[in-house]
């Protein structure tokens, strides 16, 4: 059957927005887990009153559970984080 497609259940894709920090440095997000996916990591600089909005996907990462890490510096700034939970 060509076409394909998988399906995922809605409760599994999970947003949350967080403070930024330094670079390298964890960023609590609750209920994330180290088999979940990052799916957009949006950088919002400034936090007072945002001013652009930055694809950081590919520098952030799930470092432990209730954490990710993103190689910039984002002090002051804030993420919005779109994850999916692999297990439902």
């Not at 894709?13 to 957009?40: E, H, P, R």
């Amino acid at each position: 059957m060509s076409g394909q497609t998988q399906s995922k259940s809605s409760f599994a894709l999970q947003v949350s927005l967080v403070d930024g920090a330094g670079a390298n440095t964890n960023m609590a997000v609750a209920n994330i887990l180290t088999d979940d996916t990052i799916l957009f990591a949006l950088h919002l600089t400034t936090k007072a009153a945002i001013e652009t909005a930055l694809d950081y996907t590919s520098s952030t990462s799930i470092t432990s559970d209730g954490n990710i890490r993103n190689t910039n510096v984002t002090t002051d700034d804030q993420f919005l984080v779109f994850w999916f939970r692999n297990s439902v």
